[in-house]
Nanobody
Framework: QVQLMESGGGSVQPGGSLRLSCAAS????????MGWWRQAPGKEREGVAA???????SYVDSVKGRFTISKDNADNTLYLQMNSLKPEDTAMYYC????????????????????????WGKGTLVTISS
């Protein structure tokens, strides 16, 4: 059983930065494909960024060049550095993990767009507003 707990959300002005963290437990962290998803009010949940067991990363087009996903295998922690934040980045952000090995990352998702993940955190709220 993988447990995930996000932190680091908050309210910032447009152009600001936030770093989200996700503490993972219950599985060999380095083997997991992990991702950040978000859900804005009235919209479907979407993948934002993903990183696989080999450290390969992928981003959705809307955050490329602004967001960076990374992980610390020693601390079992996933990060999302978010810079140049925009009002449209406002959403609940979720950390997710998948146990499948060797699936790679694509378009901000583990494996492929829309691929569902095995485990989810409860989310952390990010609000971008002036």
């Amino acid at each position: 059983q993988v447990q995930l707990m996000e932190s680091g959300g908050g309210s910032v002005q447009p152009g600001g930065s936030l770093r989200l963290s996700c503490a993972a437990s219950g599985y060999t962290f380095s083997n997991l494909c992990m991702g950040w998803w978000r859900q804005a009010p009235g919209k479907e949940r979407e993948g934002v960024a993903a990183i696989d067991g080999d450290g390969n990363t992928s981003y959705v087009d809307s955050v490329k060049g602004r967001f960076t996903i990374s992980k610390d295998n020693a601390d079992n922690t996933l990060y999302l550095q978010m810079n140049s934040l925009k009002p449209e980045d406002t959403a609940m952000y979720y950390c997710a993990a998948d146990l499948a090995l060797g699936i790679g990352v694509s378009g901000g998702y583990c494996y492929k767009e829309g691929y569902d993940m095995d485990y989810w955190g409860k989310g952390t709220l990010v609000t971008i507003s002036s």
